[in-house]
């Protein structure tokens, strides 16, 4: 993973900002409603949202297919974007259970505001926030889902440590993130790509194992490719860990 450049963040946030505001301009990497049934979303559910919640989708897999979401839980949606996966994970949780949507964008989190109202769902809560600074309670969340952030995060092994720490002991994290394909190697990653390709901050599935280890998740699986790709080096890829219960 080359360093971060100093100003990853403020391009990361001007990125999905023009994304929020603006989904019919030109993007470089897949979005929409078509995207999201590619990755396997049912265009049943997709169809059942508005065109606010769906067209603004960035994500890079389906993070409800590495489990099923159970009527009273509580969720965490981290850079949950223009909330198309905090809806759909409110409505699998029902009224008893809870959402709360993390994201560093305003305008990502405006726009996921209007499209809850639009479906009134009212178990869905937005926060700004960092992936590296969480401001969730510890122990509080049964299940986190992610889809397509952790790729850009700087401080990768920070962000696993705060999963870790909002999980309840037995919660799980249920990933979709950009992975760099296992046959690359340092030195061809060397001269490739940039953090805005997504290439530079993509990890392999052997690195993110090793971190999720050490900051103690336990049951790690790596679920396969999600065929979504803005390089030639890297895919998304579903990934599950568990916070084991002590
Ligand atoms: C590729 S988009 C995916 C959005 C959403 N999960 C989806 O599937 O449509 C990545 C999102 O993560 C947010 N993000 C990136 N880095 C972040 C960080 N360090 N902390 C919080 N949010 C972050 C971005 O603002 C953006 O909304």
């Known amino acids: 993973m080359k360093e971060a450049p100093a100003n990853l963040e403020t391009a990361v946030k001007d990125r999905f900002a023009a994304l929020a505001r603006d989904p019919s301009q030109e993007h470089r990497f897949p979005i929409g409603p078509d995207s999201a049934k590619r990755l396997g979303y049912s265009a049943k559910e997709i169809n059942s949202l508005p065109g606010g919640a769906t067209e603004s989708f960035a994500g890079v897999g389906n993070p409800f297919s590495l489990g099923d979401l159970r009527s009273g839980q509580s969720v965490l949606d981290l850079g949950c974007g223009a909330g198309m996966d905090s809806i759909l994970a409110a409505q699998r949780v029902g009224p008893t259970?809870?959402?709360i949507g993390i994201d560093m964008v305003d305008e990502m989190l405006a726009k996921a505001r209007r499209n809850t109202v639009a479906v009134a769902v009212a178990n869905v809560h937005f926060r700004v926030g960092h992936a590296d600074a969480l401001p969730v309670p510890a122990e509080s969340i049964d299940?986190?889902?992610?889809?397509?952030?952790?790729n850009l995060c700087a401080d990768k092994p920070k962000v696993v440590a705060e999963l870790f720490r909002v999980l309840r002991p037995g919660g799980r994290?249920?990933?979709?993130?950009?992975?760099?394909e296992p046959h690359v190697t340092p030195e061809e990653l060397a001269g490739k790509g940039s953090w805005s390709d997504w290439v530079s901050g993509a990890i392999w599935e052997r690195s993110l194992?090793?971190?999720?280890?050490?900051a103690g998740f336990g049951e790690i699986g790596f679920h396969g490719w999600t065929g979504?790709?803005?390089s030639?080096?890297?895919q998304g890829a579903l990934v599950s860990a568990v916070k084991l219960a002590k």
Do not use: K
């Not at 986190?144 to 952790?150: A, D, E, L, P």
């Not at 994290?173 to 760099?180: C, R, S, V």
């Not at 194992?209 to 050490?214: D, N, T």
């Open 173 to 180: 994290l249920q990933m979709a993130d950009i992975l760099l």
């Open 232 to 234: 030639d080096c890297t």
């Open 209 to 214: 194992r090793e971190m999720l280890l050490a």
């Open 97 to 99: 259970g809870t959402v």
């Open 228 to 230: 979504y790709r803005t």
């Open 143 to 150: 299940v986190v889902i992610t889809n397509g952030v952790f």
